[in-house]
């Protein structure tokens, strides 16, 4: 919706910093709540990194970084009433990964038997342990899921109503026996590396597997940590019940973020873009709006910080207002990457050696460049070593192949999540070693699938530097903050404030930082906004 200057007030019941998916979220909820909610954008689109973009023109859409979705909960969907706002998630197809020798797997194809002879091919024993691995992951992902839907306790303080939250922490915990407590423990702390070793022994097989442990983090497979970001990319689902499914968004991610947005101004929220903030105004300890670069002003009461906390805390804000021991937080928070996204438009499917009659629906999942754990592994080292992987992994899919609106018939998008360059390459450009790289990726795909480089009709090409400078997304991370163990629930983004609140009062937060976030979930925002609206209950 296009806004007159004369559409705007001065004050407003609450201001959103950032309209982000979890930005336009939390406005929405308090739009609902019956709150007058301003939300300023920065660019000229919301969404954030859930946007849907035309860089080669109106006949092809691609998600520019963002590319699948799960992990929403039915409760956002349902409060928000997205489905009646566009919102439409087909769920993806099977996996399928291709390897140099011409042998491949398709996998998550539903198909039991199916599954066994695959995986038989590269190990019996691998075959045999999978439903048993996926059986005990499941049972640790039933009690640990509900917790991305509860607000961290503030774990160490002694007050009563903390005391309360983490006792009952506990007792939502109770359905882990004393292994099972000892599993989530490890899953936690480990590595995925460590932990597939202990279930599988093809490389080939734990390669493959190892993607959901390393995507969108600046760890290889052999970092403890990794394998909670694996469970992270495992326990969410599209609707359908099955733990882990992913899906596309008809339209493209943007058709996400532009559902969310479309249900928060029908609640009544105003929505501004190119508006970006400058300064976040306080007095006497207590926000009293915003300033933007343009010099207008905002006020309200209420202000909540949808973006990155280090521009949040140390840009936006007077530091004098904050604790020296939150600063400091901010200031060692890490948001190192090394993601470089790749989409390109494509005149015709890929045709792989291994199996080259692969049909669109068998082609409608991952489609993964990855030969063995230790490759990615390599290109980890590669990139931590100062220098762009020799030979990157991606982890790709084509989403036209069930979503004919993002490009004409005969032609399709595919869209390349890869990794690594190094996590310094966000403070600068590397245009040329960029291009290089991709380069390297295409070539890779092309290796299994001759013809795949001369079907590529257009490519874009997104660095960290470009991802921090467009995007916000600060050293290039998807997550707004790594997800190590160190950086996850009740120190999400800085112990004591885990709640969604911050050291100044009316100000909160719920950036990917914070905790639920990671992935385009909605959680950080439902839960900001049950936060504010519980305060602005007890205020009252």
Known sequence: MDLKPTDLKQTYDAIIVGGGHNGLVVAAYLARAGLDPLVLEARPVTGGAATTET????????TALSYVMSLMPPTILNDLRLHEHGYQ??????????????????????????????LAAFSPKDAENMPKYEAWLRGIGDVLSPLLMKTPPNVGSTRPRDL????????????????GAADAVRLFTMSVSDLLDEWFESPEVKGMMAINGVIGTWAGPAEPGTAYVMMHHTIGDVGDGKMGSWGYPVGGMGAVSAAIRSSAEAFGATVLTDAPVARILVKNGRVTGV??????????????????????????LDRTHLPDDFVADIGRWRSRSGVVKINVALSELPKFTANPDLTEEQLSGS???CHSIEYVEQAFQDARAGRAATAPFSDSVIPSTLDRTLCPDGTHIMSMFTQWVPHTWADEPHTEELDAYADRVIEGYDQLA???????LHRQVI???????????????????ELSPDQLFHLRPAPGFADYTTPVKGLYQCSSATHGGG????????????RVLKDRKWWR
Not at 90 to 104: C, E, H, K, L, Y
Not at 164 to 177: D, F, N, P, V, Y
């Open 55 to 62: 860089p080669w023109g109106p006949d092809f859409k691609v």
């Open 367 to 369: 489609v993964e460049l």
């Open 291 to 316: 300033a933007l670069r343009d010099g207008r002003e905002f006020q309200a009461g209420t202000v909540v910080a949808a973006t990155h906390p280090r521009i949040t805390f140390l840009d936006q």
């Open 89 to 118: 998630v087909i769920p993806m197809g099977p996996s399928f990964v291709a390897f140099p020798d011409g042998r491949s797997l398709l996998t998550e194809t539903g198909d039991p038997a199916h599954e066994h002879a695959q």
């Open 519 to 530: 992935g385009v979930t909605g959680i950080a925002g439902y839960l900001c906004g049950k």
């Open 463 to 481: 660095g960290p530097h470009q991802m921090a400078e467009e995007y916000g997304l600060v050293g290039g991370n998807i997550f707004h903050g």
């Open 164 to 179: 309360l939250e983490q006792l009952r922490l506990a007792w939502g915990m109770r359905g882990l026996s004393t292994r």
């Open 450 to 456: 001759p013809g795949f480089k001369a079907s590529v």
